[in-house]
């Protein structure tokens, strides 16, 4: 089930859980993929919920765990401290429910899918919706979700017991926050996370139509500008720099594949011949480099001309960031073919330490990636320098008082 907030997602699979425990028999399993301690769990709700519906006599609730009527249990677990052998102890469960899904990694998912083993045993998710390529989008929301699988979106204005108190927050929220409206409170994909570096610029793009279609000039250069991933993400965004406009035309990016998969993917794209621009260390060879061979060396050895930006030195995250901000006005994006890239812009953010409350720089993460490589394309950018008229000469008239 996903939706946005005030929808009563937690609190209906607390009620099912309940409800399947006194009817019988159940071992249910409450995860998500951190969990650094029970308050970040659903158990306060199952235990409210116990209360609420009158069943406390048949529960007893424990300091970890909850012990349901039928020898039946209730626990709590965060995926990320599971190991295929660890996972393994899940096998018997009748139910696993996975609150706050949006965050599960692909690993998570791959080992909590086939654990469930007992006849009739059952998945749930809850979930807000993040990006579209986040795991369990892909599984559930993709073009073959798994068969049976069940899948209901729900709202706020489904939720017939929705407080007032809630109501007044969702009508603040659609008239401080329209960038952000859809996603919490609408179940739609988030554009921007709250606090991220480019969240205005690309609020301001939007409401200025600078997302949408973007055609490519035939008689103008294609460059392309890189992230390397060594062993992670490698992010490229397709540019043409026309007079006082960025036009960006694609993004791509994927994770743990040679330099050869991207030169091939450029190619299928209609992009044979385009600049290959690479940051500074693309001169490197690499322990994970079996050729042999720089990424500047296999660009021009797949045909490629190449142009190498210089290194930004100390402060090269906000100088990428701070060039970016200022031509964010004159870029414009094709909404389709740049999608994933915008999710990446729209998810770039301050590392934070909450204790003394103070940034720490850019959060490497997967968003990071993609708006290294948008920086990069910003700060090669040069901006065409206009012709200037020649200064009219000033003429001494032979009547003028200087005559």
Known sequence: MWGGRGSGKSHFFASRVIARCVGAKTNVVCVREIQKSLKQSVKKLIETKIETLGVGSHFEVLESEIRAPHGGLIMFQGMQDHTAESIKSLEDFDVAWVEEAQSLSLTSLTLLRPTLRKPGSELWFSWNPRHKTDPVDRLLRGDKPPTGAQIVRANWSDNPWFPAELEQERQDDQRDRPDQYDHIWEGGYAKVTEGAYYAASLTLARQQNRIGFVPRDPNMAIRTFWDLGRRDFTAIWVAQFIGQKINVI??????????????????????????????????????????????????????????????????????????????????WFDETTTEVGLDRLGAYHERKDETRDVGLGPEHDKASHGADAFGLMCVAYEEPQQARAPKPRSHVGAGSWMG
């Open 250 to 331: 694609d993004y791509i990016e994927g994770a743990g594949q040679p330099p050869a998969y991207y030169f091939n993917e450029l190619r299928q794209r209609g992009y044979r011949g385009c600049m290959v621009c690479l940051p500074h260390d693309g001169t490197r060879v690499g322990p994970e480099n079996s050729t042999g061979l720089s990424y500047e060396d296999q660009a021009r050895e797949a045909g490629f001309d190449v142009q190498l930006i210089r290194n930004q030195g100390k402060g090269a995250d906000m100088l990428r960031i701070d060039t970016a901000r200022r031509l964010f006005p004159r870029i």
